[in-house]
């Protein structure tokens, strides 16, 4: 009989990939997945750009590439990235199969067997997955509106055995809590890290996506320069399409060497194919106009959906109001259970993510994650009413 290694008994299959299989039903109205609306993907501007690519580029596309990324594109996103007052000339780039690899080779690099990760409390589902892989033992913070609570990372980062490596934290448009970090929280949670050698990831898939310009984030990367070990990793999945599954790290040079260390002995590289139509949309100017017209219409389908919660919701259920992203987060009264109000919710044809999902430990159920980005708009008030409902009996 063969054996499995040891890292195979700590995985678990993702409840919302689980999920996935209920919600792809087409009667059902789904608010499970964290996934773009399918409708604003840039496709004819992709279609222009391939067309109009030279042959030489075209086959670079279908070629290997370097580990580190095309270097066009490496070049192209420095560009963008020193717009967000990141310090792109002191750190390495890196370009990742999707941020989610980034979030992975720093786990790798960093994480032996039984090393803690401190975490908010509820966190990135996609990232329990690879920390339980490498073993790491979780220690998850609540959060407020405006972010981890200070007192409690303070215990979590200090005056709890072991110490921890590594603090992972996704503060803009956070999936699924909904909120994006007040720039005090910030400062403390960086004057927090001040004192120690614990390496911050900071997580920045959806910054690009506010509603309004006076919500654009500052990255923490930007904020304290070469002060601190901040790895900071980004998407083009949630600007562009994750089927382009590309994102990537911008690290302290020694850290980012030992990730390409690493993502060699993976995929060797990400797909050149994408990063060349990356890169031209990029050099052509498209990216601001493009996010225009995903930040209207995400911030189109969360005015809606909070209307409807509004209208339908009963007293004793709250819900954050987001500034971006895809997410709203559902708070239950406390005797209420996510399980099981799930399964009455399916029945009627409505589905969604159960708060234990997002907890580290597995078990605060009180509360869900709606997703507001992929359901169709005129069914989003329907799918609402039809939780509502399932609520009430
Ligand atoms: C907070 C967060 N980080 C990272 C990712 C990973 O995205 P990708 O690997 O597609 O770049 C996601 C995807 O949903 C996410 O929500």
Redesign the pocket.
Known sequence: MYRFSQSVGAMQSSAVRELMKVASDPGMISFAG?MPHPDLFPVRELDEIYASLPLASKQIGFQYGPTPGYPQLLESLREYLRSKNLPVDDNDLMITT????A?HLVVKVFVDAGDVVVTENPC?V??IPVFKFYQAELRGVPMDEDGVLITELDKALYRTNPFPKLLYL?PYFH?PAGIVYGAERQRQVLNLLQKSEIVLLE?D??GELHFEGKDKPVPMKAMAGDSLPICYTG?F?KIFG?GM?L?WLLAPRDIVRQCELAKQGMDACSSMFTQVLADAFLRQGLLEGYLKRLREAYARRAKKMLQSLETHMSDGVHWTVPRGGFYIWVQLPPSMDASKLLKKSIRKGTVFVVGKAFDPQGRKNDCFRLSFSHAPEDRIDEGIRKIAEAMRG
């Open positions: 964290g999707g941020s989610l690899q979030i990135f996609g990232a996704t999936n997580d898939a959806y998407s999945s994750p599954r994102g």
